[in-house]
């Protein structure tokens, strides 16, 4: 928040869901945080925009927020929402406690590559392996950004950043293939250059019964689109610099590849791609705070 | 709802000592376990598994302890009564949330079963280390409660007392019990449903919870007086986070300083209430005994043996550890030539705090043992040297 | 005080944590003496060599056992398996009138050299008269639980028949009965023998 108070005090937002959020709501005052390019305002908007639309009970669907540039969110989201802030990492296992000791309630996780892939990355394992009725966004700015910039295990080959300052050498986590191979019963992959369709796969995952995992490629101007080339350094290919919101988001729409297309693809062409889609969708399997119900009811009756 | 099977049949049951744990945190109302097997504290989960779900508990076992406390915490801040059980190794892992709990003020009980270390150690073999780590669980300043059983009856009566003061003071307690107290077999004495009942917090929203601000202070008297936790899920829970740092008036403060003061002070300040302290023949005593746990049983003994010999010696026992009751230990050795402290650990942490405490007027002699406890032999004849 | 030290070792599976529970039960809940049990913990309850130990005071006013381990000397010993006989000595058990007993098991431990030193040793098959006369080797427990009831005397007959209702299926109480009754009979004979050999 740029102050405190509204900038502008006569003007009204253009945009009817500014207001609902926390800081529209409370202070009137619309503005972020965030660096401009970011891309988490996209996705606090459809949060909000969600939220209010679906009219979803904010007692039921408490927001568990990690650690990261994108903590800074709970300003932006909407002002009924129950959140609370974890430590980096954790945020799965506190949704699963949180899930399991009041089963009607369906937890909203927002985490970061770090969060899901680096600290975090057996909770969300072992998130998606129960099949715990909740929504898992990951974020994937490829970069850390609220310690300065440094690699992330999500970080893209060629890439540099602080701590990489040749170029990043490791391979990349990809958290949709360890969410599909965990079990996660809703696999998805959007970006913010794709926002309708988050909105979409969002709406998708409230409704269904298990655990939801959407990775949403963002992008950090700052600290990954000002270091890099459109190319990522690879030699032979002409790259420009990506030093403003405009041209990442179009980088990472260009960089993305429908799963469909994907299917026809060889690994060389998706090498250092961003493969968005659907990628697995079961609405019928078991769900572990019911089937926990089930074995409640076994001990109550006595039966072994 | 109350199911029938949280209350075990009043009377004596034989019991090991972690499942007395775990009936005492079922008596007490707790509704989820989050755990990792470690040994010696996996009888712990194992009683639990079976017996949460039947009174419509939770009993979860997490991928690591990290997740088990975590798991612990979300619990709670949902309005379960949560606790975890791990050992010195998982205490480790959890030091992190154990310092964000204190600093969300949630409740929750843990219970460190403590086995010989460091590293992996010895771990069938007890020894009261961690009771140092307890007290600095956790990076940040924070104060916790630490309550040390010394037999299986006291693992039962002293969960729900845990329970209590987590619910009371919103902060970690943890009980200290051992590798060689978990496993041990004793009768345990269970109260009636309703002598149970009538010792319990429960967690209760306030009336008229929306748009008010809870103050930390009584006006009138200047004391501490702590809100019940929030709940997410209701009204009663802050809008913003819930880790904003407040003063005691409930509402959010720039300055640090007024939150940590309070985080510390609203426990200190009780000092009455939370300090569990037992004594035994201390009253013309000459030579002092300041101990706890499993130590304390063997100086019974010691004792006994010494006093028919004419010497004058008493027991000055902890039941709370942390915080350390300075005040009444002070009263406890004022006349005395000499304090013994029997440890079940090498470097004598309580024997520390008694030195402090002392300001070194009074000559404190340690009895270390490590990963074996003392036998009453080897407090007796100390205590026949000091008394020379 | 008037401690007793009972030591149970054997391998794991042979029933030594069950009997040495069985030992507190009786003496704890039905007898109302003070008594504490600790056991061999992990990796040996499951096939290795195990022990538990159970510390009972006779003494009505104690009200907890100050020191729950059991030392050498001990009351009573009882051995099961050839590897925990091995490294048993005659001055493992106490020399007192009313206690220092041993009980072993000549069907698993074909080697017990130190048995022969010991005055108080009382060798009952158990094994073999488990599956001989009642057909499996469950029933071993209740011969060596009758056994050291009319050994130890801690305990009342009663309080060790009230265990026994307690501890074991309701189907195969009857022959666990018959069981405490065969080890009971041994120990009587045996008693009445070792008097005979002090006059």
């Known amino acids: 928040m740029s102050g405190v108070g509204p900038m502008y005090p006569n003007e009204k937002p253009e945009h009817p869901y500014l207001s609902k959020s926390?800081?529209?709501?409370?202070?009137?005052?619309?503005?972020?945080?965030?660096?401009?390019?970011?891309?988490?305002?996209?996705?606090?908007?459809?949060?909000?925009?969600?939220f209010e639309d679906e009219q979803l009970d904010p007692f039921l669907h408490p927001l568990v927020i990690g650690i990261g540039c994108y903590a800074q969110i709970m300003l932006l989201v909407h002002s009924k929402a129950q959140k609370i802030l974890t430590l980096h990492g954790r945020a799965p296992a506190i949704a699963t406690g949180m899930k399991m000791a009041n089963p009607k309630m369906k937890p909203i996780i927002f985490s970061g590559d770090g969060d899901s892939m680096g600290i975090g990355g057996n909770h969300f394992i072992h998130l998606c392996r129960r099949n715990l009725d909740c929504v898992e966004l990951v974020f994937n700015n490829s970069i850390y950004g609220m310690t300065g910039g440094q690699g992330a295990p999500t970080t893209l080959f060629g890439a540099k950043s602080s701590t990489t300052p040749y170029k990043m050498f490791e391979n990349k986590a990809d958290a949709v293939k360890i969410a599909l191979a965990a079990g996660a019963t809703y696999v998805a992959r959007t970006t913010v250059a794709h926002p309708r369709t988050f909105m979409k796969y969002f709406k998708k995952a409230l409704k269904h019964k298990g655990t939801s995992v959407i990775e949403i490629v963002t992008p950090c101007v700052t600290y990954f689109g000002r270091k890099n080339l459109d190319n990522l350094g690879f030699e032979g290919e002409e790259g420009s610099k990506m030093d403003t919101g405009g041209?990442?988001?179009?980088?990472?729409?260009?960089?993305?590849?429908?799963?469909?297309q994907a299917k026809f693809m060889t690994e060389e062409e998706l090498f250092n791609k961003y493969v968005i889609g659907e990628f697995r969708y079961e609405p019928n399997k078991p769900e572990y705070a019911d089937e926990y119900a089930k074995i409640q009811k076994i001990a109550m009756e006595g039966k072994k | 709802m109350i199911s029938e099977k949280r209350f075990l049949q009043a009377g004596k049951h034989l019991m090991m000592g972690n499942e007395a744990m775990s009936e005492g945190a079922i008596a007490a109302g707790c509704t989820f376990f989050g755990g990792y097997p470690i040994t010696p504290s996996t009888e712990v989960i194992e009683h639990l598994a079976k017996r949460l779900p039947e009174v419509g508990g939770v009993c979860m076992q997490m991928e690591d302890e990290l997740a088990s406390i975590n798991a612990v915490?979300?619990?709670?801040?949902?309005?379960?009564?949560?606790?975890?059980?791990?050992?010195?190794?998982?205490?480790?892992?959890?030091?992190?949330?154990?310092?964000?709990?204190?600093?969300?003020?949630?409740?929750?009980?843990?219970?460190?079963?403590?086995?010989?270390?460091?590293?992996?150690?010895?771990?069938?073999?007890?020894?009261?280390?961690?009771?140092?780590?307890?007290?600095?669980?956790?990076?940040?300043?924070?104060?916790?409660?630490?309550?040390?059983?010394?037999?299986?009856?006291?693992?039962?009566?002293?969960?729900?007392?845990?329970?209590?003061?987590?619910?009371?003071?919103?902060?970690?307690?943890?009980?200290?019990?051992?590798?060689?107290?978990?496993?041990?077999?004793?009768?345990?004495?269970?109260?009636?449903?309703?002598?149970?009942?009538?010792?319990?917090?429960?967690?209760?929203?306030?009336?008229?919870?929306?748009?008010?601000?809870?103050?930390?202070?009584?006006?009138?008297?200047?004391?501490?007086?702590?809100?019940?936790?929030?709940?997410?899920?209701?009204?009663?829970?802050?809008?913003?986070?819930?880790?904003?740092?407040?003063?005691?008036?409930?509402?959010?403060?720039?300055?640090?300083?007024?939150?940590?003061?309070?985080l510390i002070e609203k426990i200190t300040s009780k000092m009455d209430e939370i300090s569990l302290t037992e004594t035994y023949k201390?009253?013309?005593?000459?030579?002092?005994?300041?101990?706890?746990?499993?130590?304390?049983?063997?100086?019974?003994?010691?004792?006994?043996?010494?006093?028919?010999?004419?010497?004058?010696?008493?027991?000055?026992?902890?039941?709370?550890?942390?915080?350390?009751?300075?005040?009444?230990?002070?009263?406890?050795?004022?006349?005395?030539?000499?304090?013994?402290?029997?440890?079940?650990n090498y470097t004598g942490v309580i024997a520390e705090q008694v030195e402090r405490v002392t300001k070194l007027e009074t000559p404190v002699i340690k009895i270390p043992k490590v990963a074996e406890f003392h036998h009453p032999d080897d407090i007796l004849k100390v205590i026949r040297e000091v008394a020379k | 005080m008037a401690r007793y030290e009972i030591r149970i070792a054997g391998f794991g599976g042979q029933g030594v944590i069950t009997l040495s529970k069985m030992i507190t039960m009786a003496s704890s809940l039905y007898e109302g003496l003070a008594a504490t049990q600790t056991e061999a913990y992990s990796a040996a309850a499951r096939g290795g060599k195990c022990w538990a130990e159970v510390v009972v005071d006779k003494d009505q006013d104690v009200k907890i056992i100050d020191y729950p381990k059991a030392l050498q000397p001990y009351d009573f010993l009882i051995i099961l398996s050839e590897e925990s006989a091995s490294d048993v000595k005659p001055n493992f058990l106490k020399k007192s009138d009313t206690t220092g007993y041993l009980i072993w098991d000549p069907s698993t431990i074909k080697k017990f050299k130190s048995a022969k030193r010991i005055k108080k040793g009382l060798s009952i098959p158990v094994q073999k008269l488990a599956v001989e006369r009642f057909g499996n080797i469950v029933f071993g427990n209740s011969i060596l639980f009758g056994a050291f009831t009319m050994l130890a005397g801690i305990f009342s007959e009663e309080s060790a028949l009230e265990t026994i209702r307690n501890f074991v299926p309701p189907n195969t109480l009857d022959t666990n009965l018959e069981a405490f009754e065969l080890g009971k009979q041994e120990a009587i004979e045996f008693l009445k023998k070792l008097e005979e050999g002090q006059e």
């Open chain 1, 22 to 50: 926390y800081v529209g709501d409370l202070l009137g005052n619309y503005s972020s945080r965030f660096c401009a390019g970011c891309g988490y305002g996209i996705i606090a908007q459809i949060y909000t925009r969600v």
């Open chain 1, 247 to 260: 041209k990442m988001i179009e980088w990472i729409r260009r960089n993305s590849v429908r799963n469909n």
């Open chain 2, 73 to 262: 915490m979300g619990a709670s801040l949902v309005g379960a009564k949560a606790m975890t059980a791990t050992s010195g190794p998982g205490l480790a892992l959890m030091a992190e949330t154990i310092s964000m709990g204190a600093n969300l003020e949630i409740p929750f009980v843990f219970c460190d079963v403590q086995r010989n270390g460091p590293g992996t150690g010895y771990v069938t073999e007890p020894h009261h280390n961690d009771i140092g780590f307890a007290r600095f669980s956790g990076n940040g300043e924070f104060q916790i409660i630490a309550l040390a059983p010394m037999n299986c009856q006291e693992l039962y009566d002293l969960t729900i007392t845990a329970f209590n003061f987590a619910e009371k003071y919103r902060c970690p307690v943890f009980l200290m019990s051992d590798a060689y107290l978990g496993h041990l077999h004793e009768v345990v004495d269970i109260p009636t449903r309703e002598e149970i009942l009538k010792k319990i917090i429960k967690r209760e929203l306030p009336a008229n919870t929306k748009g008010r601000v809870f103050s930390y202070k009584d006006p009138s008297t200047g004391e501490y007086v702590i809100p019940s936790p929030p709940i997410m899920g209701t009204e009663y829970c802050p809008g913003l986070f819930l880790h904003q740092p407040h003063g005691p008036d409930g509402l959010p403060t720039p300055k640090p300083i007024v939150f940590q003061e309070m």
């Open chain 2, 282 to 344: 201390l009253d013309d005593a000459d030579i002092v005994i300041v101990s706890y746990g499993l130590p304390v049983r063997s100086s019974y003994r010691a004792v006994d043996i010494a006093r028919e010999e004419g010497i004058k010696v008493g027991i000055f026992r902890l039941i709370t550890v942390w915080p350390f009751p300075d005040e009444k230990v002070k009263v406890a050795v004022k006349d005395a030539k000499a304090v013994i402290v029997p440890e079940l």
